[in-house]
């Protein structure tokens, strides 16, 4: 299973929120690069890097920050938040990330998406899937579909979209767990997912419960700015 810490952007600041909300945010370090050099030379390979600002105000923001880490690592970096036309993914891929990570576009504007799938290619995209009770939610998570999370899922892999992340927005930042039942459910139902576990992991315990029900991935974030899972404990999945 392959680890991919997060690091969420806003203001050009290391943050983190809880439950998506953005009165409750914590700054972890002015300088992003400096935790990205952190996670490279415990060895960590990937990162999942969010534009919050970007996620907020409907279009791409802190690329600078991904082109300033993408120059001065060698880490693998999926970068998301606020992409909404081809422009934002070219943006995005030429700033130095490997995958555009896109979530809301994917559930609102399907045909775009495909679009954006065909011209540029499907592995140079991270498919994410936000969900609040089942559904699919869009928008840094601020509007709900009615998009069942499955169903969401199946459509895109059949067009051979290769990772999803998925992350419960009720136990995103809360380090209570994630949501094991959810994601065994998708493994069950789609044994051929590549599967990113994404919100509310807070031990060593909860990734080996991830990697034991066959998740492919997890993004790990407050847990390791808050000291609940140490560099070292995450290099071990790897």
């Known amino acids: 299973m392959e680890i991919i810490p997060a690091i969420d952007i806003i203001d050009g600041k290391c943050v983190r929120l809880t439950e998506g909300d953005?009165?409750?945010k914590k700054i972890y370090n002015e300088n992003p690069l400096e935790v990205a050099l952190q996670f490279e030379s415990a060895g960590i390979k990937?990162?999942?890097?969010v534009d919050?600002?970007?996620a907020k105000a409907g279009k791409v923001t802190?690329?600078?920050?991904?082109?300033?880490?993408?120059?001065?690592?060698?880490?693998?970096?999926?970068f998301g938040g606020g992409i909404k036309t081809a422009n934002?993914?070219?943006t995005v891929l030429n700033a130095g990330a490997r995958y555009a990570t896109v979530g809301s576009v994917a559930a609102k504007q399907k045909d775009l998406f495909i679009e954006w799938l065909h011209r540029f290619g499907v592995d140079k995209f991270l498919l994410g899937a936000d969900v609040k009770n089942g559904y699919i939610t869009i928008n840094g998570w601020l509007n709900t579909t009615e998009f069942p999370v499955q169903q969401f899922m199946e459509n895109y892999m059949q067009l051979g979209v290769q990772?999803?992340?998925?992350?419960?927005?009720?136990?995103?930042?809360?380090?209570?767990?994630?949501?094991l039942e959810l994601y065994q459910s998708l493994l069950n139902a789609l044994p051929h997912l590549h599967l990113i576990a994404s919100g509310g992991i807070s031990s060593?315990?909860?990734?080996?419960?991830?990697?034991?029900?066959?998740?492919s991935g997890a993004i790990v974030g407050k847990a390791?700015?808050?000291?609940?899972?140490?560099?070292?404990?995450?290099?071990?999945f790897n």
């Open 88 to 90: 934002d993914v070219s």
């Open 22 to 24: 953005y009165q409750q």
């Open 224 to 236: 390791i700015y808050e000291n609940k899972i140490s560099l070292n404990q995450l290099v071990q």
């Open 62 to 78: 802190n690329w600078k920050v991904l082109e300033t880490i993408a120059n001065h690592t060698q880490l693998v970096i999926d």
């Open 52 to 54: 919050l600002d970007g």
């Open 204 to 215: 060593v315990d909860d990734l080996l419960q991830l990697q034991q029900i066959g998740c």
């Open 163 to 179: 990772q999803i992340f998925c992350t419960d927005v009720s136990k995103d930042g809360r380090l209570e767990g994630p949501s």
């Open 46 to 49: 990937r990162l999942h890097l």
